[in-house]
């Protein structure tokens, strides 16, 4: 959290202590955050490359990474790698299409969430986000409920 909302040092400082890292069995490992919380900070091109690698690795090798990833990539700013990642994930499409198979439960895709949460802000006003949501029968999920989404009432 404090990462996202523009403390960035402040998350370092405590990802960097051994005695404040929470403990999670289902990581991809501290260095990959630590790698995200330096690029947040610093902003440099540098740090930003090497996030992103940890980041793409993590999606390619570990299964349960690919979403997660993908929305870490965003807060980098890079909307169209992680469009890339979400279009294979979600719709079986691109390159990412062959790295994971696609999420679902009884026909139902899974863990749709993250597409909304602040860090994730990059892509909605994406034409490619937009298609995504589409064929993933969001959009008509929404028009059928008569609702609206929460990100398209920001001001």
């Known amino acids: 959290i404090l990462a996202l909302t523009g403390r960035p040092e402040t998350a370092l400082a405590i990802a960097s ?5 929470p403990l999670d069995p289902h990581d991809d490992g501290p260095d990959s955050r630590i790698l995200w919380l330096k690029a947040l900070a610093s902003g440099s091109a540098p740090d930003v490359g090497r996030a992103l690698d940890a980041f793409v690795a993590s999606a390619r090798n570990i299964e349960h990474q690919a979403l997660p990833s993908a929305m870490t990539i965003a807060s980098l700013g890079r909307a169209d790698l992680s469009l890339d990642i979400l279009e294979g994930y979600f719709l079986g499409r691109g390159e990412w299409s062959a790295v994971h198979p696609r999420p679902t439960r009884g026909g139902l895709l ?22 995504l949501i589409d064929r993933m029968g969001l959009e008509q999920y929404w028009r059928a409920s008569r609702s609206l989404p929460d990100y398209r009432r920001q001001a």
């Open 17 to 21: 202590d051994p005695a404040t890292r």
């Open 110 to 131: 899974m863990a749709t969430h993250p597409l909304f949460q602040p860090h994730a802000a990059v892509l909605w006003p994406e034409a490619r986000f937009q298609a």
